[in-house]
């Protein structure tokens, strides 16, 4: 079936554009999810390519060893940008909204059309196809809805959890290490480093601690609690 890969939906036959983010379609899940892993492949070596020229520039030597040639490629890995729970149900209940609309609108039609209270231009079996292309499409978008109405109830069961969870590792970290405490480990292992290749170390660091200490498997979303934790101990 028709898949939309930004909004990991399905869509009924004959259908090209996705409808809530007006995006193509492909042919169906696993195009979207082999588009997805190249995708993946290409932003972790370019990011490795960047890792590399910025340490070149500072002087330091890349792969000394199999122990840090791992470590840099846990703290580069990255499989895309991470969408919380909150931002799932939003999507995907005004998907189920939009579909449920349209179906609506199209079992109305096709009532209408049946029983003779609007009459199409159109008459035998010209007529029989298009009424039926219309029921078709009726039952798939209110079956969509249904679909997508569910996955947002089970979605939003999930989100104060999520929040949880989230608010509890960002607690246990900053209440392990500080700003200062990072930055110290840093500088004793390099000296004189720029503002930016800091910044690039901070982060990295964040990645290790989480990565080791919680064991967390999805890449994107270590990546996005990096950025909370960095906020908190740096941008205050």
């Given at each position: 079936?028709?898949?939309?890969?930004?909004?990991?939906?399905?869509?009924?036959?004959?259908?090209?554009?996705?409808?809530?983010?007006?995006?193509?379609?492909?042919e169906?899940?696993?195009?979207?999810?082999?588009?997805?892993?190249?995708?993946?492949?290409?932003?972790?070596?370019?990011?490795?390519?960047?890792?590399e020229?910025?340490?070149?520039?500072?002087?330091?030597?890349?792969?000394?060893?199999?122990?840090?040639?791992?470590?840099?490629?846990?703290?580069?890995?990255?499989?895309?940008?991470?969408v919380?729970?909150?931002?799932?149900?939003?999507?995907v209940?005004?998907?189920?909204?939009?579909?449920?609309?349209?179906?609506g609108?199209?079992?109305?039609?096709?009532?209408?059309?049946?029983?003779?209270?609007?009459?199409l231009?159109m008459?035998?079996?010209?007529?029989?196809?298009?009424?039926?292309?219309?029921?078709?499409?009726a039952v798939?978008?209110?079956?969509?809805?249904?679909?997508?109405?569910k996955?947002?109830?089970?979605?939003?069961?999930?989100?104060?959890?999520?929040?949880?969870?989230?608010?509890?590792?960002?607690?246990?970290?900053?209440?392990?290490?500080?700003?200062?405490?990072?930055?110290a480990q840093?500088?004793?292992?390099?000296?004189?480093?720029?503002e930016?290749?800091?910044?690039?170390?901070?982060?990295?660091?964040?990645?290790d601690?989480?990565?080791?200490?919680?064991?967390?498997?999805?890449?994107?979303?270590?990546?996005a609690?990096c950025?909370?934790?960095?906020?908190?101990?740096?941008?205050?």
């Amino acid at each position: 079936m028709p898949y939309c890969p930004k909004c990991d939906m399905e869509f009924v036959e004959g259908i090209t554009v996705c409808s809530d983010c007006g995006g193509p379609l492909v042919e169906s899940k696993e195009v979207a999810d082999a588009m997805k892993k190249a995708e993946a492949e290409k932003r972790e070596e370019e990011m490795r390519q960047k890792y590399e020229e910025l340490m070149k520039e500072a002087g330091t030597e890349t792969g000394n060893g199999e122990e840090e040639a791992s470590r840099k490629q846990k703290s580069t890995a990255s499989s895309g940008t991470y969408v919380n729970k909150e931002q799932r149900y939003e999507d995907v209940s005004s998907s189920a909204t939009a579909f449920f609309i349209v179906g609506g609108v199209l079992a109305a039609a096709s009532v209408l059309c049946f029983t003779g209270i609007v009459n199409l231009p159109m008459y035998g079996v010209s007529k029989l196809i298009f009424q039926g292309v219309m029921v078709v499409m009726a039952v798939g978008s209110l079956v969509i809805a249904f679909r997508s109405g569910k996955s947002a109830g089970e979605l939003k069961s999930q989100i104060a959890d999520e929040q949880k969870e989230t608010e509890e590792i960002i607690q246990w970290f900053t209440d392990s290490w500080s700003g200062d405490d990072l930055d110290a480990q840093i500088l004793s292992e390099e000296q004189g480093l720029g503002e930016e290749e800091m910044s690039l170390k901070r982060f990295e660091l964040i990645q290790d601690h989480l990565i080791t200490g919680r064991d967390l498997p999805d890449q994107a979303y270590v990546d996005a609690l990096c950025d909370m934790i960095y906020s908190r101990l740096y941008e205050k």
